[in-house]
């Protein structure tokens, strides 16, 4: 069965850093598209970051574009999401979802998904 466990979240004041990970278990990421995805209070789910299994192809919301990085190490079974220049609106629910798809920011798009960890920008 696919696990995604998700770490990294936390609070921090605007203009910081976060890096959150997603670590893979009872399964290799190398194949699967993984996607990151964020949930504000009472706002739906958007995709914020997806790198493909193939070629490691990157691609980003408008919203992120120059403040996040996405990365993978296939030898960890990991994938990251660096967060620089946080802003209060980049408070949320952060997801990793992986599928084996080809890569895409909509949440219809995968199958898997990790239980979320927190990221509260605020000073």
């Known amino acids: 069965q696919v696990q995604l466990v998700e770490s990294g979240g936390g609070l921090v004041q605007p203009g910081g850093s976060l890096r959150l990970s997603c670590a893979a278990s009872?399964?290799?990421?190398?194949?699967?598209?993984i996607g990151w995805f964020r949930q504000a209070p009472g706002k739906e789910r958007e995709g914020v970051s997806c790198?493909?299994?193939?070629?490691?192809?990157?691609y980003y919301a408008e919203s992120v574009k120059g403040r996040f990085t996405i990365s993978r190490d296939n030898a960890k079974n990991m994938v990251y999401l660096q967060m620089n220049s946080l802003k209060p609106e980049d408070t949320a629910v952060y997801y990793c979802?992986?599928?084996?798809?080809?890569?895409?920011?909509?949440?219809?798009?995968?199958?898997?998904w990790g239980q979320g960890t927190q990221v509260t920008v605020s000073s």
């Open positions: 979802a992986a599928d084996r798809r080809s890569p895409s920011l909509w949440e219809s798009d995968y199958g898997y």
């Open positions: 009872k399964f290799s990421l190398d194949y699967y598209v």
């Open positions: 790198i493909s299994s193939s070629d490691g192809s990157t």
